[in-house]
């Protein structure tokens, strides 16, 4: 093999690596995103549907 085809197929698997290594980061980021996201939703209050899960008296 020639140094030209060893050093393009060094640079290929750099490539890869890199293209591995920002994917990787990006989805760190949208799970650390998503847990967040998940957590401000439980912190807010519910409020209370006006009729759901009301005993209601129907006597006559």
């Given at each position: 093999m020639d140094m030209?085809?060893?050093m393009a197929g060094?640079?290929?698997s750099l490539q890869s690596t890199v293209q591995l290594s920002v994917l990787n980061?990006?989805?760190s980021m949208?799970?650390?995103a998503a847990t967040e996201m998940m957590n401000s939703l439980s912190?807010?209050?519910v409020s209370a549907h006006p009729h759901k899960?009301?005993?209601i008296d129907v006597k006559a």
């Open positions: 030209s085809s060893i060094q640079l290929r980061n990006a989805l949208n799970t650390v912190d807010q209050s899960g009301a005993s």
